[in-house]
């Protein structure tokens, strides 16, 4: 039973650092230029604005669910193994893990379009994996091997 225990909790602390992570993410790359998405619609009130944001907080949080589920069950398993709770280490690889999904098969960065500059963008991805990884030991990973 503890171990069903221990296995819910992680999932939902994967969840919510999924959440955060979308937040800084949609912070970070959005905020900047927010403005001028809804410029050629006119002025729209702020609700509408803050909930536009939250439905893309939302949806980035699906897709970083599933899109790093499998390299953080990895980094999971490992961490429950050797019952890593330090929140350094979470903050760290959460931000390692953000930043090799950023570079995908580019981790050299010459794949980069001409006139783009990328580096912000991995340096918020960075950020977001950081904030993850910091959610997540919140929620479990204090607690990383504590049913053996």
Request: charged share 10%; proline share 5%.
């Amino acid at each position: 039973m503890t171990v069903l225990v221990r296995l819910t909790m992680m999932l939902a602390g994967y969840a919510v650092a999924c959440l955060a992570a979308a937040l800084v993410l949609a912070l970070g790359t959005l905020a900047p230029h927010w403005n001028e998405v809804f410029a050629p619609l006119g002025p729209q009130p702020p609700q509408l604005q803050s909930a536009a944001m939250w439905v893309v907080v939302c949806l980035g949080a699906i897709v970083i669910f599933f899109v790093g589920f499998l390299p953080t069950l990895l980094v999971v398993i490992i961490a429950e193994g050797l019952a890593l709770r330090s929140v350094v280490a979470y903050g760290a690889i959460g931000g390692a893990l953000a930043l090799a999904m950023a570079y995908g098969l580019d981790f050299a960065g010459y794949i980069a379009p001409a006139g783009i500059d990328i580096a912000r963008e991995r340096e918020v991805f960075a950020a977001a994996g950081i904030a993850g990884g910091l959610v997540y030991w919140l929620f479990a990973g204090r607690s990383a091997g504590a049913w053996k």
